[in-house]
């Protein structure tokens, strides 16, 4: 059995969707990486940018866009993985349900340009990112979380072979 990784898409134009092979890839990848042994559920929304407005006002209270959101179901505090307790398996699927990713498939194109690197390459980071979120890691008020959290994003991203 392995991780399941549900990815949907709406509102997104047919030529702007992220690749779905490539967002499962990096997530397991990452959760490899952070050594984590249960078998994991994570749910992915692909969007639009007035989508993860509206979803990041009515669950963060910021009006603005952003290129992801992250809403773990867990609390890994210290940040990294920590065997769960058996009452938080999904006793239905025998799954930890770590939580939800949500993109916009507008910003990360736009920041891909403006990085000059490839929409897969973008994808591949930014699911990477979210899902060091749903383990903990935070980038918000230490500067040492902030480099523990770039450090682990560049040692994955090496392991993630984007086509």
Same mark, same amino acid.
């Given at each position: 059995?392995?991780?399941?990784?549900?990815?949907?898409?709406?509102?997104?134009?047919?030529?702007?969707?992220?690749?779905?092979?490539?967002?499962?890839?990096?997530?397991?990848?990452?959760?490899?990486?952070?050594?984590?042994?249960?078998?994991?559920?994570?749910?992915?929304?692909?969007?639009?940018?007035?989508?993860?407005?509206?979803?990041?006002?009515?669950?963060?209270? !910021?009006?603005?866009?952003?290129?992801? =959101?992250?809403?773990?179901?867990? *609390?890994? #505090?210290?940040?990294?993985? %920590? /065997?769960?307790?058996?009452?938080?398996?999904?006793?239905?699927?025998?799954?930890?349900?770590?939580?939800? !990713?949500?993109?916009?498939?507008?910003? =990360?194109?736009?920041?891909?340009? *403006?990085? #000059?690197?490839?929409?897969? %390459? /973008?994808?591949?980071?930014?699911?990477?990112?979210?899902?060091?979120?749903?383990?903990?890691?935070?980038?918000?008020?230490?500067?040492?979380?902030?480099?523990?959290?770039?450090?682990? *994003?560049?040692?994955?991203?090496?392991?993630?072979?984007?086509?």
């Amino acid at each position: 059995m392995r991780h399941k990784v549900f990815v949907r898409h709406q509102g997104v134009a047919a030529d702007n969707r992220l690749s779905a092979k490539l967002i499962r890839q990096a997530i397991r990848i990452a959760l490899a990486y952070e050594n984590v042994s249960a078998l994991c559920e994570i749910n992915v929304l692909v969007t639009d940018d007035q989508k993860i407005r509206d979803i990041n006002r009515e669950f963060r209270g !910021i009006d603005a866009v952003t290129d992801v =959101l992250s809403f773990p179901m867990q *609390e890994f #505090s210290p940040p990294g993985w %920590k /065997e769960p307790d058996a009452c938080n398996i999904d006793p239905d699927s025998g799954l930890l349900p770590l939580g939800d !990713i949500v993109f916009s498939a507008e910003r =990360l194109e736009k920041q891909a340009r *403006e990085h #000059s690197q490839s929409s897969g %390459k /973008e994808t591949a980071y930014l699911t990477v990112h979210s899902v060091l979120h749903l383990l903990g890691y935070d980038h918000v008020d230490e500067a040492d979380e902030k480099k523990q959290m770039r450090a682990r *994003e560049k040692e994955i991203m090496k392991e993630i072979v984007i086509t």
